[in-house]
């Protein structure tokens, strides 16, 4: 059954959009957008590592994403700076670093188009089986990390003062956002994926009134994306990143369309008439 | 006979170059509430932080009795408009409580009605109580509370203190406040510390108020007996501000 490559690519893009659908939404509640491009610029000098040593793309990615993490967190306690200084810095200077390095080793062949937006009809079965597999070890951390994380969102000295470990559940965090972004990176690519972190979370947020309704509706919202996504490229010939996230983004304009006042009013004109 | 919940030893925190605060020594027991008074800037804060462990002291030491449960009331605290919470899970933010827990928190500090709303929703006073309600509804040990009443109206800032009082009587837990509203205050307080970037003076109420260093602090004119402002209702409110026409007298 997985010898078919659109098999493959369905089960890897739904897989992806279940992890990316609530860790999307503590990205945005605490407002680190910028943090999740970061990771994916510095991605570039990983891929460049896996062809150089001949070693897992995505392993290599992870181990790269997690170094600039650390260097952040470092770099906080380091310099007064503000975090999107920082931040900028360290993007911009390891993607530099990763094209010094493929122009030096000139007998690495990168497909940048590929790398930059994905190409998810070429994920083989170990892709889908990363993207399952490290989704779920992803999915389980995060459910046993919520309660101090969640705390450690909404205030950390809070948290910090009535026995949380925030501290950890942050740094665990990091290291999440690190996984799913290699583990992404055929899928959707290093410009694409901070947008299918962040355009179901935006779009569940117009629709939930509780954090975890918020966190189920923006995979459901995802995963949406991602099948309708894959059949309109199919359908259109259009390259099926981009097409997932403007199919995401075409939800998001729906949800700001205010339903309920809508229903109300019209209640309201049967009513009246 | 070692009672103490929390106990500062001459600490000090030491920030870019200058001393936050230094040579702090206070000791919170259970079922007894210590009030820390001071200027803006004076440490208050930082010395309720070192009480908690956020701030670890770069002189003296900070010691909490091990395995109680701690609540605590920021001084400030903003929820971002992504999220979207409700008071019953602000509640729940720490500690998983059962929904009658949670009402009888939110019934103490008077905003049960409120169960449901969104917190961005709720007014500055009406805030305050909810971090006051999720506080208590841990039933803890040692409570801080950090300017616990600030935006919240005249008549219900007597009415929170008076809750606070109840509290340490009900779960005899030990209460370390910090506050401006002296007059409030005062006669509800066993310990007062009085601070300006050290212990200005400290003791029991009556005699902090009488220290020339107190008086050089807040002026002589603040006599906290006189200054209660009596308020005499005839009438009592509904949580939602409406009349209650039962007249409870009758």
Partial sequence: ?273 | MNKSLVELNNCGVFRNQKWLVRGVSLKVSQGEIVTLIGPNGSGKSTTAKMSLDILKPDEGTNTIKKDIRISYVPQKISIDWSLPLRSIDFVNLVTKHKTSEINDALGITGIQHLINEDVRNLSGGEFQRLLMARAIAKEPHFLVLDEPVQGVDYSGEIALYKTIQEIVKKINCGILLISHNLHVVMSQTDYVICLNGHVCCSGIPSSVIKDQEYIKLFGSNIDPTLSLYKHNHDHHHLPDGSIDKVDKNK
């Fill in chain 1, 1 to 273: 059954m997985f010898d078919d490559f659109i098999i493959r690519a369905f089960a890897a893009g739904i897989g992806l959009a279940l992890i990316t659908g609530p860790l999307g939404c503590f990205i945005i509640w605490r407002r680190l957008s910028y943090f999740g491009d970061t990771i994916a610029h510095s991605a570039l000098l990983g891929v460049v590592i896996a062809y150089a040593m001949n070693f897992n793309l995505i392993i290599a990615v992870f181990a790269v994403s997690c170094f600039v993490a650390l260097s952040l967190l470092f770099l906080q306690k380091r310099t007064n700076l503000p975090d999107d200084a920082l931040l900028g810095l360290l993007a911009h200077s390891v993607l530099a670093i990763g094209l010094v390095l493929l122009g030096i080793l000139s007998f690495i062949r990168v497909d940048l188009m590929g790398l930059l937006f994905g190409d998810i009809l070429s994920v083989n079965i170990t892709d889908v089986l990363f993207v399952w597999v490290g989704g779920s070890i992803v999915l389980i951390v995060l459910i046993l990390i919520w309660r101090p994380l969640f705390a450690a969102t909404v205030n950390l000295e809070l948290a910090k003062a009535e026995g949380l470990n925030a501290d950890l559940a942050n740094a665990i965090f990091t290291i999440l956002i690190a996984s799913v972004i290699a583990i992404s990176i055929k899928i959707v690519g290093i410009l694409l994926i901070t947008g299918l972190l962040i355009i179901p979370a935006a779009a569940s947020r117009n629709l939930s009134s509780t954090p975890i309704q918020m966190a189920i509706i923006s995979s459901v919202i995802g995963l949406v994306s991602v099948v309708l996504g894959l059949q309109t490229s199919m359908i259109w010939n259009s390259p099926t990143g981009p097409t997932i996230l403007a199919i995401a983004l075409g939800v998001f304009i729906l949800t700001l369309i205010p339903l309920k006042k809508l229903l109300i009013s019209k209640k309201k004109i049967e009513l009246l008439n």
